[in-house]
């Protein structure tokens, strides 16, 4: 039996909006056999894990089963995308090295934007550009939330949609400066700037119009002393980063239509764990 995992993860962090993506430790998983327990799933064909596994060559049955929820902006499409096409990689004998290029190629294509993939792929804290992508030697400061509605959920597709094709300079001007203040706090483990570093004019608010329990939720965490908010790649899930020892506080504040995850930064990536 073989068994490949990927990670969750949380895209644009406030101003990187399709160049930053950040693994979380929830998983999905792809394998060659049913678990025997009922909690993996048999793909069917047009499964999105099993097509990936497909392009990477291989043959045979799928099982999936995954610990987050579609959906909800956390990366699930790249994660099961990731699982499927390493479960391949795995069966075909690939070491990790080779395992992760040779799935990152087939998840970025597929999924059309990498901001997703190279955390999911990878794992940890990724810059991702029409070239590649590159991995952050750096972590988040403080304790890592994702709030997730328990209804609400967004097509990528339908929410790229609404943005506007084309941004002001001084909205392109202000993102920059706090994605380069967002870099500073990451190397400088630096939590008193992520507040500012994590504004954005780009994406957030016409999303934010579309979800409003989301707004509601970040405005909650942000009021409740959070040291940052962010809306999870096109939403509804809502990123935030407590000070030490205050995330009780800021669960407290939350709407109750959502569940609080505690998670942390995935560091390995897609890898073989059977």
């Not at 610990?67 to 699930?76: Q, S």
């Amino acid at each position: 039996m073989t068994v490949v995992r990927a990670p969750a993860s949380s895209a644009n962090l406030g101003p990187g909006f399709d160049v930053l993506g950040l693994a979380l430790d929830r998983y999905a998983y792809a394998s060659d056999e049913g678990d025997g327990g009922g909690s993996a799933d048999h793909c069917w064909d047009n499964h999105i894990a099993r097509v990936a596994y497909e392009l990477a060559g291989g043959k045979g049955d799928v099982w999936f089963r995954f610990e987050f929820p579609p959906a909800r902006g956390m990366g699930f499409s790249a994660a099961a995308r990731a699982a499927g096409a390493g479960l391949a990689f795995a069966q075909q004998g690939a070491e990790t090295e080779e395992l992760q290029d040779e799935t990152y190629r087939i998840v970025s294509e597929l999924e059309g934007h990498a901001d997703n993939a190279a955390p999911a792929v990878f794992g940890g804290i990724h810059v991702v550009t029409s070239e590649g992508c590159h991995r952050l030697a750096a972590q988040l400061p403080g304790e890592l939330l994702i709030w997730v509605p328990h209804e609400a959920s967004t097509s990528t597709d339908e929410n790229r949609a609404t943005l506007t094709p084309t941004v002001a300079r001084e909205d392109a001007v202000f993102n920059l400066g706090r994605l380069g203040l967002l870099l500073a706090a990451l190397y400088e483990q630096n939590i008193d700037l992520l507040h500012q570093a994590t504004g954005d004019r780009l994406h957030q608010a016409g999303r934010f119009a579309l979800q409003p329990l989301s707004a509601e939720a970040y405005e909650a965490a942000i009021g409740a002393g959070a040291a940052a908010a962010w809306l999870s790649g096109s939403g509804p899930s809502v990123g935030i980063v407590a000070h030490p020892g205050r995330a009780h506080v800021i669960e407290t504040a939350l709407p109750k239509d959502g569940d609080l995850l505690y998670v942390a930064t995935d560091l390995a990536g897609t890898i073989e764990v059977l």
